[in-house]
């Protein structure tokens, strides 16, 4: 008789709630980790006996996927609280101008403190947008799950063949460097930046090269008085810098369905100012949505319409945006947010937001999102206050105890690996150097 291959140890964590989100709760449950892989979630104790594993008890804990925060600015954790108070149009100007203040060491800092801070709160997989390699680089440093959009920008149509040509070479370089847990995308950023010869060309350059493409859509009344009516502060800036305006379609998102943007596995990020006709479309076309709730209360922006596009089958993930619009990157308290008007919402659909539909937005939910038997071993386990006899919620404002990517364990017992004692105190002496310079009298 041929002898069966004997399977590699594997590991066994067990915790009071198991919380698969592909299926019912398991009280008293277990995750079996096999290398990089899922291999086994059911009661502990009845782990298959193939199965030979070490076993981790969790106790007093939930286990669950790893949140997916599906909109970020790593990059950008430095501006915490640097442009609190000012209007959106002044806002965005004052992040162009902070980010051209920095180093690319500063940028690289960063960026690794914000995964820092998610992976502290559970996050496994970050979708960041960002127009440089820093988010990329600390990605891949620190171990995590994401793909880093690429951004690119151009509201003058003359520009947009030299600015794919740009964005052209950047990606193809970092493609160079990508690996199985950090991908790359393109990201024209959005409708005030964006003229429609550079959205048609980037949705190109997605086609062409298989890649991700987000964008920030139907965020704001100025962005939408843009593309409506050629009106408002955006308009008056463009045409201040020899730009001609006017108005390009009767809405932001019909003004990516007429570029090409609107397409199968696009992420839009945002999408506040969205009608029936705009949600049809985005359903329509198989396009998601990544919905930033802290964010958009910040600049009063709104709130976006989640229930009605989740009914139309819109897979809807949530992201905290920049910490330079949001004082913290909590999922569950965004998901919590993201589903505060839809009164038939219940703790599934709070885990839905925050692990498998975010993975679907970012279209990979077939690796990660959800605990099942081949998926990616991205897994986070929080501690319990009190046993509880009904499944718990996602908990908002938690630490984590374990955090697993991919197999690997880069949070044990709420300590991040590595060396990252070094990396907060330089992000607080960029900050105080940013606010010296923000706050210098202008040169005359």
């Known amino acids: 008789m041929t002898e069966r291959p004997q399977r590699a140890w594997c590991t066994s964590y067990r915790a009071a709630w198991v919380i698969p989100v592909a299926a019912p709760p398991i009280r008293g449950g277990a995750v079996v980790v096999e290398g990089s892989r899922i291999a086994w979630v059911g009661r502990a104790g009845d782990e ?9 008890e969790l106790g007093a804990a939930l ?38 203040a ?32 820093a988010s990329f680089d600390a990605m891949r440093e620190l171990g995590v799950r994401g793909i880093a959009y690429q951004e690119v920008f151009g509201p003058d149509p003359a520009t947009a063949p030299a600015a794919l040509d740009a964005i052209g070479a950047r990606i193809a370089a970092l493609r160079s460097r990508a690996s199985s847990l950090v991908r790359v995308g393109i990201s024209p950023h959005a409708p005030y930046s964006v003229s429609d010869a550079l959205y048609a060309g980037a949705a190109q350059l997605a086609r062409d090269l298989s890649l991700p493409l987000a964008t920030h859509v139907a965020e704001s009344a100025a962005e939408s008085e843009l593309v ?8 008056e800036f463009l045409r201040g810098r020899g730009i001609a305006v006017a108005p390009r379609a009767p809405s932001p998102v019909a003004l990516l369905e007429r570029t090409g943007v609107l397409a199968p596995g696009a992420l839009l990020i945002h999408c506040v100012r969205c009608g029936e006709a705009d949600i049809a479309a985005i359903a329509r076309a198989g396009a998601a949505v990544v919905t930033c709730p802290m964010s958009n209360r910040y600049f009063g922006h709104g709130v976006a319409p989640v229930a009605a596009m989740r009914r139309s089958g819109i897979a809807v993930g949530v992201g905290s945006d920049s910490m330079a619009s949001n004082g913290r990157m909590d999922i569950p308290a965004e998901a919590d947010a993201a589903l505060a008007g839809d009164p038939a919402a219940d703790a599934a659909d709070r885990w839905a937001l925050a692990t498998r539909e975010g ?17 990616a071993a991205d897994l986070v386990a929080f501690p319990l206050g009190a046993p509880t006899d009904s499944p718990p919620a996602p908990p908002a404002s938690a630490t ?28 607080r002496a960029a900050a105080a150097r940013l606010r010296k310079w923000r706050d210098a009298p202008p040169r005359r």
């Open 228 to 235: 409506a009516a050629a009106a408002g502060p955006f308009a």
């Open 48 to 56: 298959p006996p193939g199965l030979k594993a070490r076993t981790v």
């Open 102 to 133: 920095l180093t690319a060491d500063e940028l690289l800092d960063s960026a690794r403190l914000g995964i820092l801070e998610g992976l502290a709160g559970g996050v496994t997989t970050f979708g960041d947008t960002a127009p440089g390699d």
């Open 359 to 375: 993975a679907r937005a970012l279209g990979l939910a077939d690796l990660t999102g959800t605990l099942e038997a081949g998926k």
């Open 400 to 427: 984590a105890r374990l955090v697993v990517v991919d197999g690997v364990e880069r949070v044990r017992d709420g300590r991040a690996s590595g060396d990252v004692a070094g990396i907060a105190p330089r992000v």
């Open 63 to 100: 286990l669950a996927p790893g949140f997916v925060n599906a909109h970020t600015h790593l990059d950008l954790t430095v501006l915490a609280g640097l442009l609190d108070g000012r209007p959106f149009f002044e806002w965005i100007r004052g992040v162009v101008a902070c980010r051209e």
